[in-house]
Structure formats: C-alpha cells, structure tokens
C-alpha cells in the first residue's frame, strides 16, 4: 500500500531516466524499509548539488526538498530555484519530500543536522539548489553537444528545450536524459546574473496549492494502513506529574478498544479507530503521583517575575556607563512589560504514524526536525538511527511546535509502539494528540517580562537605556543547553542585545527562572517579546521628547541603511505625513508605527485602529515593509507577511494561557482564540528591491505588529498598553 497519489504513482512508472538524487517513494513495507536502509541514502552517497533533482523521460523535473512544508511556500520557492538555473518550464516541475538523511539533507545554516526553522529555508538553500540546478543544465547541454557534435557554448535551453538555433535541431530534456546520466556532475558551473532571472523575483504559482485545495495532499491524519491501530493518551494533569497506578478495566470495555498500556508520559489507550480510543480514555481511571508536580498559578509565577525585574541578572550586553548616563539624564522614562505563555495552536494537532518490526521502524509526520526525531526515536526503540525511517509529509502549521528538543510526540509514539511490540509482528499505530491535549501537555511559548529604564537629554537625545529580562530559558534541560553561555540563552535576549538605535550606554540582562512548565520556541522566538517591549518604549520616549515616532527613530538609525529604508517605505505607502481621516461620531482613530529586524530581515508596519465609543477598537489597516534580500518569490513574501501579522494580532488580541494551581485553565478555541476573519485588518505589503542575498520570511512578519497597534491605540486614545493580550482600560470599564 501506499499513499501517493495516482499521478505520483504514475510519474514513477516512467521513472526510467536521469536519477540526480537517491528517492524512495513514500510507502510501506518492509522490504522497502530494508532497501532504505542498507541504500546510499544513508550510507554511502555523499552530499553533493545533485542530491537534490531527477529528470524523468517524461521530461518532469523533481526537485527533492529537504524542508518540510507547513504553509510557508517552501515546495514553491526550492523548485524555483532549480527551474531558474536549469531554465525549465515551470509546468514540467515537481516537488517531493526529501527521506530523513542529514549527510545530504542538512541545513546547511544550522550545521549537521537536517531541520526546517528559523526561516533558513530559503536563505540556506539559495546557492545550493540553484547550483544543483545549474550542474544538471550543464549535463543536458553536454549529452546534446555529443548528440548533434556541435560546441556546447552553440547550445541554449528555454522552457525546457534543449536547441541548437544554427542547425534548427531540438530535443526535449526526456530525450537527453540516459545520455546525460552517463557524463559526469560537473564540480563547477555558472550561475546566473540577476539580471537574467525568469523565476526569482516574478510570479511563480505555488506548487502545493492544488494538492491542498483539491483534498489529495497527504497529511499524517490521512494515514490508514491496514491493522493499525490509534492511540491516545491520558496525561498527567500537572507538569511533572507521573502514574501512580490505573484501572484499564472501564476502558477495555469500551467497544473498539484494544489495549491499554503505560508509557513513561502517561497511559496510552489503543482503539480500531479514534473515537474508540478517546471513549476508552475517557473512561479509563488514572491515579497520579503529584509528589513532584509544578502547582504554581499565573498570579504567582508573575509575583516572582516582579520580585526578580528588582535584582540584576546575568549580563548579557554591557556598554558604557547606563547608570551614570542615566542619573545626569534630563528625562528619564521607566515601564514594564508584561507577556503571557502562548500555545502554538497550529490548525492541524500533533499526530504521529509508526510501523515497527524485528527490522527496524518507519515513521509518518510532518516532519520539521528529522535529526533530532531520528536519533530519539532510534534510542528509545535500541535501534541504529539508519533503521529509523521518517517520511516527511505535509504539516498544517507549526510556528515552532514541530520542532521540539524532546520530540515529545514522535517519541511518544515510539514508546507505544514499543510498549505493544511483540516479536514476529509488525506494529502499526498512529498516535493522534487532541487539541485539548496539546492545549494543555504541550509546549509554550515563555512567558516575559521586561523593564526598560532610558534616559533623555535636554534636547529629547537617547542618552542611555537599561533594559531586564525575565523569562525562563528554551534551552536550559536540553541537549541544546551548551548553547547557553554565562547564563545567558541568546534565544531570551534576541531583538534587544542587538538595539539597532544608537546610545553609547546600553545594558541588557537576563533572569532565566527554572519553572516546571515546558517551553519551545514560538513563531519568531525571542522577538516576539523584544520588539514589543523596545517598540512600544521608542513611541513612549519619542512621546516624551515631544518628537514624532518615525522622525525620532530615523535620528537614531543614521548607520542602519536597511533600517531606514523600510522605515521610508512605510512612511510614503501608508500617507504617515497626512492627517488620518476621522472616525463616525464617537470614534477616536489613531495609528502607530513599529520596526523590527529578525532572522536578518528588515520589517516596518504602521497600524491603523478605530476605537468605539464602547471602548472596544479595530485594526482597520495595516502597511508593512519589508526587506528580506532578494525576494524569490514576492507573492510567497507577501502572503507570509500577511500570515505573521495575523499570527501576531492573534496573540496581541487572544493569546493568552494561564495556569491554575500548576493546571492550564484553556483548552481549545473556546477558550483560547485565534483571529477571526472579520478582526482580520486591511493589510498592504511593500517589498523593498534588494540585491541582498534572500532572508527570512516566515517569522519576521510576527513582531512588529503587536507594538504598532499598541502604539496607534495611544494616538487613539492616550492610554499606554503594556500588557498583552490587550484589555483597554475604555473596554473593561464599558
């Protein structure tokens, strides 16, 4: 059985060719297992340009992506820097998920591992994948040069043909391809000019968009394979908690329930269907053992937050003289900010589909750290991570979620695997996490908190800034924790150890309490916190300088060209130097501006809001520049931009998970919303031209959003908000 499509299936039958890449299809069987694992995907085959293209006689050209795509235009922007380089119609190109083989698959911007994070996607694979492209280019022209005995320099290729305009001979790449497959990869090739791009930087459609619209794109929930069973699993109410003893009795007796069986996170129910499993849960009876147990609420997790904005931290930047600066200042301002745990909440829960046997396992997800799943899951089943097969499949959102340091779910349906495993018998089980369960036992994003102290001089100059962060670290407890030096987890401080405004009296430190509750990273990690604590202060000194916002940014920015630049986009898209137009009787309308860098990109936004007389208010619009370097694919660029600040207005409106006694009170979009359509703003995106190399997109879209509105709700209104999610005074008094 598999689960390709027809027509993937059929591409395959025609799959005689030129092979540039080792492929397996995704499917199931041992013995394809078996043949993957003693194959040169993970053993022999060394990381080369042409790990990543396959030509087929039928003139296709599959590009095989090594990032995972979660909705962040990926299967689009790889093959297009293939097509661009190998000059092919773009209706001749094809994607397919890369197996899980780190020799050849890495990011080549986190090291030897492959991952998809961190908006590297694109930027660590520009040069590659267009010189992948460009060496296959080179062979084809080669086999026709042979073919037609001309020189190689007389050949051209557009749109997929090959020709020879002094002689009017031609062939299609399908044509070429077994005499190409016989010369050599060649080690150098040229590349491009910008000037000469067909692709990069022009309207290219996206690749997976008709797969997902018409219903055929494979996600792991797709996954049926006969005999397997699917499991879910009671988890402790508290962090920390473990089992203590259960009565799998009641749960047995639950029609379609199959078994019942601890596991190091919990008990695991093990039905012939979903809802089988989650009645046998439902009815199953858990004593915990709570000895050890996190029982901390919000108010005093926040209380210790206070407690430690009053003692210094670890240094993380130092510079000058803040203190002094800051007692011979003119003007000094001080505020605290204040953020809550988020939930990733992606539209598509955790899942996770294991088949185990004597051999070895294979696995289905979609699948955004391959390395690190591989090597736990590998571990907790005794096997060679090369037994360990991962089928990477689509992801219906991750903003960091996918990737966790623990692989808390994968491994978790290793264990369950393992816990049933009985030799002679393959396994096959797919564990699927509810909504509810990763509402409440999965990972958040920290809470912070930030106190700034700057000073002013008697001109409105920035004189000094001081700035406090309290958050627990994502790395502290991991494998990753070496990355932590003199206490200080770069992913807590980013967005503010790097302050592009000038001052030459800075100081950031750092608390990292140890709290129980488990953290990852979030869309946009430590900028998510940053920027609205450094963005929503500069409104409140410019305010205090009796400046505007922008021009007082712009002074402090003379030596950040691509700083200013989007600043001065933003300012001529959005009218900033035009009087807002007024509201309907009652209404106050104000508008705000914020920028930010992260993951080397560039983002300004001006926010638009209208505030009832009720108090309750709207983002009416909101105009966003952005300089990511090249943009490859400018409709992708525009649609993450769009999608990040929906995802940031999200958490600025919603977002919010609070803890009762150690237990998180939300549990799904009841009670934890995402943003609605109607409270979607206005939005205009502006991309700067650029011969940067390309940065990311997927996250700096994030940041900016929720400073911007928070600052044009002061215009509004003139209430300073520095709390998220946001609750005007105006609203709560209505």
């Known amino acids: 059985m598999s689960v390709d499509s027809a027509s993937r299936r059929e591409f395959f039958k025609a799959g005689a060719g030129l092979t540039l890449a080792f492929y397996l299809p995704v499917g199931l069987a041992a013995s394809s297992r078996g043949k993957a694992a003693a194959s040169p995907a993970t053993s022999s085959i060394p990381l080369a340009p042409n790990a990543f293209v ?13 990032h995972l795509e979660m909705g962040q235009g990926t299967y689009t922007g790889l093959p297009t820097l293939v097509a661009e380089e190998l000059d092919a119609a773009w209706s001749q190109m ?73 002689s009017g001979r031609k062939a299609r790449f399908g044509e070429l391809v077994e005499a190409a497959a016989q010369l050599s990869v060649p080690q150098e090739v ?82 012939k269907d979903f809802w089988s499993a989650k009645k046998g849960r439902d009815a199953l009876v858990v004593v915990w053992d709570e000895s050890a147990a996190f029982r901390l609420s919000s108010a005093e997790i926040t209380s210790q937050y206070r407690a430690l904005l009053d003692v210094p931290g670890a240094t993380a930047r130092k510079v000058g003289a803040a203190d002094t600066a800051l007692a011979a200042a003119h003007t000094q301002l001080s505020a605290d900010f204040s953020l809550p745990y988020l939930a990733h909440a992606t539209m598509e829960p955790m899942n996770c589909a294991i088949r185990l046997d ?69 396994v ?107 963005e929503s202060f500069m409104d409140e000194l410019a305010h205090a300088a009796q400046k505007d916002p922008i021009a007082f940014r712009r002074k402090l920015l003379t030596e950040h060209p691509r700083h200013l630049g989007v600043i001065d986009l933003a300012m001529r898209a959005s009218g900033w130097d035009k009087p807002l137009a007024p509201g309907k009787p009652g209404e106050k309308r104000g508008r705000g501006f914020a920028l930010h860098e992260s993951f080397n990109s560039f983002v300004a936004n001006v926010a638009e809001v209208t505030v009832k007389p009720d108090g309750s208010f709207k983002v009416d619009r909101v105009v966003c520049a952005v300089d990511c370097g090249i943009a490859v694919n400018p409709d992708v660029v525009r649609a993450q931009m769009e999608g990040g600040i929906g995802f940031g207005l999200s958490a600025a409106l919603h977002g919010e998970i609070t803890l009762n006694e150690g237990q998180v009170e939300q549990s799904n979009f009841t009670d934890y919303p995402v943003l609605r359509i109607n409270e979607m703003p206005h939005i205009e995106v502006h991309i700067m031209p650029s011969a940067e190399p390309p940065s990311g997109v997927g996250e700096p879209g994030t940041p900016v959003v929720a400073p911007a509105v928070a600052n044009a709700l002061f215009a509004a209104t003139g209430e300073r908000l520095r709390q998220l999610p946001f609750k005007l005074d105006a609203a709560k008094s209505a």
Request: charged share 20%.
């Open 94 to 166: 094809r994607v397919e998920a890369a197996p899980a083989d780190a020799k050849r698959y890495n990011n080549l911007l986190f090291g030897p591992m492959q991952a998809t994070g961190g908006s590297t996607s694109i930027a660590n694979s520009f040069m590659q994948m267009r010189q992948a492209g460009a060496a296959v280019r080179a062979m084809l022209v080669s086999a026709a040069a042979q073919r037609w005995q001309v020189a190689p320099e007389s050949i051209s290729i557009h749109q997929g043909v090959v020709s020879h305009l002094a």
């Open 428 to 534: 096959l089980v797919k564990l699927v996490w509810t909504r509810e369960d990763d509402m409440r036992a999965g990972s958040y994003r920290p809470q912070f908190m930030h106190r700034i102290t700057a000073g002013l001089d008697a001109e409105g100059n920035l004189v000094a800034w001081k700035q406090r962060i309290v958050g627990q670290s994502i790395l502290v407890g991991t494998a990753l924790e070496g990355f932590v030096k003199d206490g200080i987890d770069m992913s807590s401080v980013e967005g503010a150890v790097n302050l592009p405004y000038a001052t030459t009296n800075l100081n950031v430190d750092l608390h990292s309490p140890k709290l129980g509750v488990p953290v990852l990273w979030w869309r946009s990690v430590g900028s998510t916190h940053s920027a609205f604590a450094i």
């Open 190 to 271: 040229k590349l491009k000019e910008p000037k000469d791009f067909v692709y990069i930087g022009k309207h290219v459609a996206r690749m997976d968009s008709k797969a997902k619209i018409n219903g055929s794109a494979i996600y792991t929930q797709d996954i049926h394979l006969p005999g397997m069973l699917t499991a879910v699993v009671a988890h402790p109410p508290r962090f920390g908690a473990k089992v203590k003893s259960f009565d799998a009795a009641r749960a047995k007796a639950v029609k379609g329930v199959v078994d019942v069986v601890e596991i190091p996170t919990g008990v695991a129910v093990l039905g």
């Open 358 to 426: 004597t051999e070895g396992c294979e696995v289905w997800n979609g699948e955004q750290s391959q390395s690190t799943d591989q090597s736990k899951i590998a571990a907790a089943l005794g096997l060679k991570p090369e037994q360990v097969k991962i089928n990477m499949l689509y992801a219906g959102g991750s903003f960091g979620r996918r990737s966790s340091t623990q692989s808390d779910y994968p491994l978790e349906a290793a264990q369950i695997a393992k816990a049933i495993f009985k030799p002679g018998k393959p």
């Open 54 to 66: 396959r030509i087929g006689t039928d003139d296709s050209v599959t590009v095989i992506a090594k």
